[in-house]
């Protein structure tokens, strides 16, 4: 099981950015697709964002394109999601996972197939 740890979350204005790492404890890094989710108070787990630490492929949830950017620094095992532009309903307690799983042509794995998870980071944006 790899063990993840998240950083970076925060109080923002609308309008503002925050970049979130996510530090994996793995030797076989690249093996992994990780992910973004994020969960809101009475709101389900949504994933945000994926990346293939091997290739690079990314997914983005529509409501982040254009906005959020998911990026692998495999030499420090660390994923991270660059938010720009940040709106008050991106306020959520934020949560990377990885899974062995890979994508399936351009979709990021489901919800279902991550097993490891962090313990999350509280993003707050203020309007």
């Known amino acids: 099981e790899v063990q993840l740890v998240e950083s970076g979350g925060g109080l923002v204005q609308a309008g503002g950015s925050l970049r979130l790492s996510c530090a994996a404890s793995?030797?076989?890094?690249?093996?992994?697709?990780i992910a973004w989710f994020r969960q809101a108070p009475g709101k389900e787990r949504e994933r945000v964002s994926c990346?293939?630490?091997?290739?690079?492929?990314?997914y983005y949830a529509d409501y982040v394109k254009g906005r959020f950017t998911i990026s692998s620094d495999n030499a420090k095992n660390t994923v991270y999601l660059q938010m720009n532009s940040l709106k008050p309903e991106d306020t959520a307690v934020y949560y990377c996972?990885?899974?062995?799983?890979?994508?399936?042509?351009?979709?990021?794995?489901?919800?279902?197939?991550?097993?490891?998870w962090g313990q999350g980071t509280q993003v707050t944006v203020s309007s």
């Open positions: 996972a990885a899974t062995r799983w890979g994508f399936y042509g351009s979709t990021c794995p489901a919800k279902f197939y991550f097993g490891s």
């Open positions: 990346i293939t630490s091997g290739d690079g492929i990314t």
């Open positions: 793995t030797f076989s890094f690249g093996d992994y697709t």
